[in-house]
């Protein structure tokens, strides 16, 4: 049973900055792409950034130059660093791993950006 754990979102004022993370509780699955999602009350799950084996990276157009997406292997963790943080960036982020080919999501963790 493959679990991902969330932490790093919070209340924070515009400008500002959040860390997320989040570490699989799997030392024995090989896991290809991880990514971050994003959901706003009443607008559709956004896909905000991934990263594959390679180190490739990708990300939605709204948060290009703004937002950071890495990986730790050895700690089967993926982080999001969220700088110039927009009211419009207000969700809840979950966090996604392919782990041997099988999807998993992360229970999500809420970001508010707020004066």
């Known amino acids: 049973q493959v679990q991902l754990v969330e932490s790093g979102g919070g209340l924070v004022q515009p400008g500002g900055s959040l860390r997320l993370s989040c570490a699989a509780s799997t030392n024995f699955g090989s896991i290809s792409f991880m990514e971050w999602y994003r959901q706003a009350p009443g607008k559709q799950r956004e896909l905000v950034a991934n990263i594959f084996a390679d180190d490739t990276t990708n990300y939605v157009d709204s948060v290009k130059g703004r937002f950071t997406i890495s990986r730790d292997n050895a700690k089967n963790t993926v982080f999001l660093q969220m700088n110039s943080l927009k009211p419009e960036d207000s969700a809840v982020y979950y966090c996604?791993?392919?782990?041997?080919?099988?999807?998993?999501w992360g229970q999500g963790t809420q970001v508010t950006v707020s004066s």
């Open positions: 996604r791993m392919s782990v041997d080919g099988w999807p998993y």
